[in-house]
């Protein structure tokens, strides 16, 4: 049965952000709502890492975010948050006055995602919402 893991409801946790603002923690990832975000401090890169409660087998990802320019996406199936391997690498356009959201479709199976937001358009980027459709796999 396919599901969200982009949620905190689902398990999913942010084990590490590279930078925080108490006003926009990075756990408003996971909350569902493109209204609340994790913000960035300014330098680059920045990244952050989701680690499911299971092994999934990703169908799909959607990142909403704003001022993001370039980006990189990498797996681990390991049981820490290590050994990581890229998936895939993107640019994203510019959007002045509404999200941006970039989806990506793989097939691949993660316990823990790195996003790792190389540059941006501007000094502050924001991440509102991480959507993970796919399946718990069994080891």
Not at 26 to 31: K, R, S
Request: proline share 4%; hydrophobic share 40%.
């Amino acid at each position: 049965m396919k599901r969200d893991f982009g949620l905190m409801v689902a398990g999913t946790q942010v084990v590490l952000a590279a930078s925080g603002d108490e006003k926009h923690p990075p756990e408003n990832i996971l909350d569902g709502n493109t209204e609340t975000f994790w913000i960035t401090t300014g330098m680059f890169p920045q990244e952050f890492i989701l680690s499911f409660a299971n092994l999934i087998k990703i169908s799909s990802m959607k990142i909403h975010c704003y001022n993001v320019r370039s980006l990189g996406i990498e797996r681990s199936i390991a049981g820490e948050p290590v050994d990581f391997e890229p998936m895939t690498n993107t640019e994203l356009e510019r959007s002045e006055e509404q999200l941006q959201v970039e989806e990506f479709t793989d097939g691949t199976r993660a316990t823990h995602l790195r996003f790792v937001i190389k540059s941006g358009f501007d000094h502050f980027v924001s991440v509102h919402k991480v959507t993970v459709e796919g399946a718990e796999e069994d080891a």
